[in-house]
């Protein structure tokens, strides 16, 4: 039993988010962080948990072209440079069982009909794969500073993704 966290990241916010969402779910199970160029298409049957997570781009999920616009926004190179959630989701199935899923974001702040939502996208995508989705999307707020300078992510956000990793695991559904 254990979780697996797949996450896609421009400057290295989504990184650092799916990583202390990680670190929530440990408090209960194994878990591992990995960016979605290293994840298996097949979800094996030994994860019990699948969360997937990226930065929303044009109110939505990333696209080969939206990743090239933030390549040039940033002199250093970026965290999933060869693809993305939006494409590893058209490609990612689980082996045995709807394995349970659940989806997150970083987006700007702001409502959501003004700055859209990737985790809505994913969510989608993991409903289409075959995936059980046990919780609603989540977002988690970066600042409108120029990237990649480290504090992007608002105060508090690395601990409100670290708690939403324990309530997710928390409320995982027994497997079925």
């Not at 109110?59 to 390549?71: L, Q, V």
């Not at 977002?139 to 500073?145: D, E, Q, T, Y």
């Not at 992007?152 to 409320?171: C, K, N, P, S, Y």
């Amino acid at each position: 039993m254990r979780a697996l966290v797949v996450y896609e990241s421009m400057f290295g916010n989504t990184k650092r988010i799916a990583l202390a969402i990680a670190g929530g779910i440990e408090t209960r199970m194994p878990a591992q962080a990995i960016e979605v160029a290293d994840a298996v298409e097949e979800i094996p049957d030994d994860v019990d948990l699948l969360v997937v997570g990226g930065p929303t781009h044009v109110h939505g999920m990333s696209s080969t072209k939206t990743r090239a616009t933030a390549a040039e926004r940033t002199s250093q190179p970026l965290v999933s440079q060869r693809f993305g959630i939006r494409e590893w989701l058209d490609r990612a199935h689980p082996a045995l069982y709807e394995v349970p899923a659940a989806a997150f974001d970083t987006r700007v702040g702001g409502p959501v009909i003004l700055t859209g939502s990737a985790a809505k996208g994913f969510t989608r995508g993991l409903r289409s794969a075959g995936f059980r989705v046990v919780e609603p999307p989540h977002s988690f707020i970066v600042g409108s500073r120029t990237p990649p300078e480290d504090d992007a992510l608002l105060d508090g956000e690395l601990d409100r993704a670290r708690a939403w990793g324990e309530t997710l695991v928390a409320r995982m559904p027994a497997r079925v």
